[in-house]
């Protein structure tokens, strides 16, 4: 499965590219949400795992733009914003999980399989040009 991580913090993006890659999944990371439109029809993930602090765009907005591009792919928030508020947003956007940072790394994996499982029509056994 390929995920699309965009996350701006680069030792912590690296280091869970590198995590999330290690468990199996390919994994795209940008820094900034400004081409995630771009990215998502070049790439055609699997599932988008969004920060909320970013530059130029919130995860919130972007949210917003992936739904409206692509309603079937799933996204879950990984965010330092653990505010009751914060979270009822990003379920609001249509979030399949909202994850807040510190967070235990194969717990991230559980989930991304999980809602991979629920959400997924076995895209793998679909060719991909």
């Given amino acids: 499965p390929q995920i699309l991580l965009i996350e701006d913090d680069e030792s912590f993006g690296s280091v869970l590219k590198s995590y999330l890659e290690l468990n199996g999944f ?3 990371w940008q820094t900034a949400g400004r081409t995630v439109e771009k990215t998502i029809l070049q790439v055609q993930p699997d599932i988008c795992i969004l920060d909320v ?6 995860g919130f907005t972007l949210a917003a733009r992936i ?3 692509k309603p079937s792919l799933p996204f879950l928030f ?3 914003r653990s ?11 249509g979030a ?10 194969e717990v ?3 989930k991304v399989r999980a809602i991979l499982s629920r959400t997924s029509t ?4 679909e060719p991909r040009e």
Wanted: net charge negative; proline share 5%; no cysteine.
């Fill in 67 to 69: 739904r409206n591009l």
């Fill in 26 to 28: 390919k994994v795209v």
């Fill in 96 to 105: 399949e999980d909202y994850l807040t940072k510190p967070f235990d790394s």
């Fill in 78 to 80: 990984l965010t330092a």
């Fill in 83 to 93: 505010q009751i508020n914060d979270i009822r947003k990003g379920f609001g956007t």
């Fill in 122 to 125: 076995f895209k793998d056994a």
């Fill in 53 to 58: 602090m970013l530059p130029e765009v919130d």
């Fill in 108 to 110: 991230l994996v559980l």
